[in-house]
């Protein structure tokens, strides 16, 4: 595992903005890819935005348009920007990465701890 920290959640009001950041420690080669995911009361965990290494992003349809994901190379951390709140966005949101430690390593997949989202209507 390589530890991923998680921060930025918390409680918004409906069309409001929240910016998660999750960032990997350690030793870090490459950072394969990039994803946050979501898990609502009661529902499955469900992709929302993947960031590949070759800056190609893709977004679950209900979110597109309202959250970005994005990415800071020399830090290792990824930020998911989401804008105009609404309160089905309401979840725990966990960072994704799939990470070489070293160069020729094996590709190694780590989820944060998961940060709270709340959107009041």
């Known amino acids: 595992q390589v530890p991923l920290v998680e921060s930025g959640g918390g409680l918004v009001e409906f069309g409001g903005s929240l910016r998660l950041s999750c960032a990997a420690s350690?030793?870090?080669?490459?950072?394969?890819?990039w994803a946050w995911y979501r898990q609502g009361p009661g529902k499955q965990r469900e992709l929302v935005a993947a960031?590949?290494?070759?800056?190609?992003?893709d977004y679950e349809d209900s979110v597109k348009g309202r959250f970005t994901i994005s990415r800071d190379d020399p830090s290792h951390t990824v930020y998911l920007q989401m804008d105009r709140l609404k309160p089905e966005d309401t979840a725990v949101y966990y960072c994704?990465?799939?990470?070489?430690?070293?160069?020729?390593?094996?590709?190694?997949?780590?989820w944060g701890q998961g940060t709270q989202v709340t959107v009041s209507s």
């Open positions: 350690g030793p870090i080669y490459s950072i394969k890819a």
């Open positions: 960031l590949q290494s070759s800056g190609v992003a």
């Open positions: 994704f990465a799939s990470v070489f430690r070293w160069e020729g390593s094996r590709l190694i997949d780590s």
